[in-house]
C-alpha cells in the first residue's frame, strides 16, 4: 500500500497477538525509524518483546492486552509539534509494514520503560507496535467547517489536506485544532488547549502534508 491508503486503513489498536514480529519487519522498522532519527534529530528506539510496561492497572484500564513492542520517542524540550509530525511517519511506516500500532501517553507503567532520556532531552511518549487482534476502527470526527477557516471557494487541495488531517489520532479524539488557508496562499496550522495538544499537531500536520500535497502549500509558520 502507499502511504495515502495506509493513512485511510490505519485506526489505533490496543489488543495484540502474543507474536513476535517477523525478522524482516523489524527490520524494515529499524530502516523507517533511523531515517526519521537522521532527519529530526530525536531519539527514537525500538524496544522489542518487553512485556512490563503495559501491565497493570493503566495498562488495564487503557484496554490494554499482549503490547510487548514499544517505540520511544526522547527529544530536546519544546519539540513537542516534530514528535508528533516524525512520529506519525513511523506509524505510517509501521502500517506499510503490516503492523499495528497506537500512541500512548499515560495508560502504561512509564517507570518500566526501557528509556533513558539523554543529557538535555525529555523522554516525550510511547508508541504501541504489533500485530492487532483487529484492524481498529474508525474514530469518530468533527465536521470539517469546525476544524479549519476559508474566505471564499475551498480549493480541492486543501479540502483534500482536511480529509486527511481529520484521520489524524489526537488525544481523547478531542481534535483540539484549527487549520487556516490566508489570503496569501499560506496554511497555519494552530493547537487548541487539551492533552497532548502540540504532539497531535504534528500528527495533523503531516496528514495535512500528505493529503493536500506539499507542492501545493507552504506553513505561514510552525505552530
Not at 37 to 55: H, R, W
Not at 108 to 137: P, Q
Not at 145 to 169: H, I, N, Y
Amino acid at each position: 500500500m502507499d502511504i495515502k491508503e495506509a493513512i485511510i486503513k490505519r485506526h489505533s489498536v490496543r489488543r495484540y497477538l502474543d507474536r513476535e514480529l517477523e525478522e524482516s519487519v523489524v527490520n524494515g522498522l529499524k530502516t523507517s525509524i533511523n531515517e526519521v532519527c537522521l532527519e529530526s534529530g530525536l531519539d527514537i528506539q525500538l524496544v522489542l518483546n518487553e512485556p512490563t510496561a503495559f501491565t497493570g492497572f493503566l495498562a488495564k484500564y487503557g484496554k490494554f492486552e499482549n503490547c510487548k513492542n514499544y517505540i520511544t520517542i526522547c527529544g530536546k524540550k519544546g519539540r513537542e509539534v516534530d514528535v508528533g509530525y516524525y512520529g506519525e511517519k513511523i506509524v505510517i511506516a509501521a502500517q506499510m509494514l503490516g503492523l499495528n500500532t497506537c500512541w500512548v501517553a499515560l495508560t502504561y507503567k512509564k517507570g518500566k520503560v526501557l528509556v533513558k532520556a539523554k543529557a538535555g532531552e525529555k523522554f516525550y511518549i510511547t508508541i504501541a507496535v504489533g500485530y492487532g487482534r483487529n484492524r481498529g476502527v474508525p474514530r469518530k470526527t468533527k465536521p470539517m467547517e469546525k476544524l479549519c477557516q476559508v474566505t471564499g471557494e475551498m480549493p480541492s487541495w486543501f479540502e483534500s489536506g482536511m480529509d486527511f488531517a481529520m484521520r489524524a489520532p489526537t488525544a481523547i479524539n478531542q481534535q483540539k485544532f484549527l487549520i487556516t488557508l490566508l489570503e496569501n496562499g499560506k496554511v497555519v496550522a494552530k493547537s487548541k488547549l487539551g492533552p497532548c495538544a502540540k504532539i497531535d499537531l504534528g500528527i495533523i500536520k503531516y496528514h495535512f502534508e500528505i493529503g493536500a500535497g506539499k507542492e501545493n502549500f507552504k506553513w505561514e509558520n510552525e505552530e
